[in-house]
């Protein structure tokens, strides 16, 4: 059930990351009786029931997602280690481009940023290089990421 649970909360949360003010969530059974929550049931399933969720209200207006993240980054580089913890007790996974001996991205950076500096940060439209803790939480906090609970190191 706990399974079941977790797996109708992370399809929630990936159907509010687009722009829609509903969606249909079904519930599907396997020949052993295990359930599922699906948009569509998979074959060989059986729907036991349907429901429709809000995804937003009108007022509100659309539900954005929250921006992509990219560090760039270089081995054993303490600035870089920190910004690493730190998407860990937000419950982050960024997408991580090591430059180290590679012009391609060292390239990338520099048209992206204008410099070739390491760690880089780029959240959305913001560019940061500097690790500043404080500036990080207000930034963070303020486009909807939250600390996860027991990752506070």
Known sequence: MKSSSRTLSLL???LCSITATAATIVECEDAAGARTFQTVCPPETTQVQSKDYATGTPDAGPVTAKPAITIYLVPKC?????YMKFFSRYGIAPTVKNIDGNQELQDELTKISGALKAPTVIIGDK???????????????G???KAVKGNNP
């Open 12 to 14: 929630l949360m990936s």
């Open 78 to 82: 303490a600035a870089c280690d920190a």
């Open 127 to 141: 560019i940061l290089s500097d690790y500043k803790e404080q500036e990080l939480v207000k930034l963070f906090e």
């Open 143 to 145: 486009v909807g990421y």
